[in-house]
């Protein structure tokens, strides 16, 4: 008599098998997407610094945008005056054009005064009456200081941001 086997079952109680579903890597999900966010982030920075924030680049330390801005001051003669109470009034106006064809961005502008060696013994910052000039336009600014110092022989305009010559 011949005994015969039954098929082996499919099922194989000691065979390895995941008793779940693998879980997903958190960590590595987290990581991912704060390196995401930080680019994010600091692109909406350099957009925004770009755009929208006349001045606030240079003031923090950075260079942003063209070197040579193509916009120009011309400025008038240097009145100087005495006042009431014996204070000496020391006024400034000119006049900032953009001889390009786009409209530019009007930095503020940078007033100098050297004395007859070319040393810088006074200075401020003139701001502009408008922040964007149309193509082939012109504006014109005014600033006045009170108790200049009277060793100051040259006024020199620039732009804030700009490359100057510190020796005249």
Known sequence: MVIEE???APYDAFAHRAPFRPTRNT????????IAAGLLMLAAVAVILWTTAPGLAEKIGLSIGPAELPLRIVDNPI?????????ELFAVSGQ??????QRQRVPDIRADLRDAQGKI?????ITPPQRSL???????FNS??????????????SFVGEDRDTAG
């Open 6 to 8: 039954p098929d082996p």
């Open 27 to 34: 960590n590595r999900i987290r990581t991912i997407a704060s």
């Open 79 to 87: 009145e100087r005056r005495k006042m009431a109470n014996g204070s």
């Open 96 to 101: 900032v054009t953009n001889p390009s064809s």
């Open 121 to 125: 013994v006074f200075s401020w910052t």
């Open 134 to 140: 149309a193509p082939n336009a012109a504006i014109d």
């Open 144 to 157: 006045a200081q009170v108790d200049v110092p009277a060793t100051s022989k040259r006024l020199d305009l």
